[in-house]
């Protein structure tokens, strides 16, 4: 598969019971499909056009394949030639290092690979715990039930931290590698994308191209890459996905088209 030019949709199959079959791919992710921490693996794959055996688990019953090769029961886990690795970050460092290619995503000068670990660092710490927030009080709450004034101060917390570590840093792009992606492109880009598609859906509006011009310049230049079109929920996908989130209607980690599977097991102990 090449990584420019095939945009084949590395999403995963099904197999409903007992362990997934053996396969003669040299790599195995277990992911789930709408995970944007598993998403983060399946780019750096696509990227670099690898050879690779997607497996989706159900998160909300999680089988005891995934304990095996992840111990906390997380997306995503590698399996590489007998070896497994999770945290997503792992996952991607370990892929790029693995397998070089000749636009590394990791900078050579060490101080803008700092630079970048540090944009990847703020995002875990500011902006992932602000967008779970605005998740879980406004998509996840019925409105007859929502803190109005808690969602609020979510939201505003949320477009701080997007005007400070994205809005600011983004230069003249539109990547914050300049015209080429950079890691902190890849570990971003799942989460921002989320809160495009999620839009009107919010009770807040957070991105706009009033406020965050250079944010969302730099969501839809990141649809645009071959191995992004290969690998991210589209805004169809995502918001039926959404909606059964909201409703608890199927296990999450189940594809709400049916089009790419999932892997369900005996939740472990």
């Known amino acids: 598969m090449s990584a420019e030019g095939d945009t084949q949709a590395m999403y995963g199959y099904e197999t409903l019971r007992g362990s997934p079959p053996p396969t003669d791919k040299p790599i195995r992710i277990i992911s789930m ?50 070896h497994s690795f999770f945290e997503s970050e792992v996952v991607v460092e370990y892929l790029e290092n693995r397998f070089p290619d000749t636009a590394p995503l990791y900078p050579k000068d ?23 927030k605005v998740l879980s009080s406004s998509v996840k709450t019925p409105e007859s039930e929502r803190d109005h004034e808690a969602v609020k101060a979510s939201a505003d917390a949320l477009l701080k931290g997007i005007e400070t570590w994205f809005e600011a840093k983004l230069g003249d792009g539109p990547f914050f590698g300049g015209q080429s992606p950079i890691v902190t492109d890849i570990l971003t880009f799942p989460w921002l994308s989320r809160l495009d598609y999620l839009g009107d859906k919010l009770p807040v509006q957070i991105l706009s191209a009033e406020k965050t011009p250079k944010t969302l310049r730099y969501i839809h230049a990141m649809r645009e890459l071959p191995y992004i079109k290969a690998t991210s929920p589209t805004a169809e996908s995502f918001a039926k996905f959404v909606k059964s989130y909201a409703s608890e209607q199927k296990p999450l980690g189940y594809n709400i088209d049916s089009k790419h599977p999932f892997y369900a097991g005996p939740a472990q102990a």
């Open 110 to 132: 060490p101080a803008a690979r700092a630079t970048a670990r540090q944009l990847s660092v703020q995002h875990g710490s500011k902006i992932l715990p602000a967008f779970y």
């Open 33 to 82: 499909e709408y995970c944007p921490f598993a998403e983060r693996a399946r780019i750096v794959a696509a990227k670099h056009g690898l050879d690779v055996d997607i497996v989706n688990v159900s998160l909300s019953n999680k089988p005891a394949f995934l304990f095996e090769h992840s111990p906390n029961g997380q997306v995503p886990a590698l399996i590489h030639e007998g």
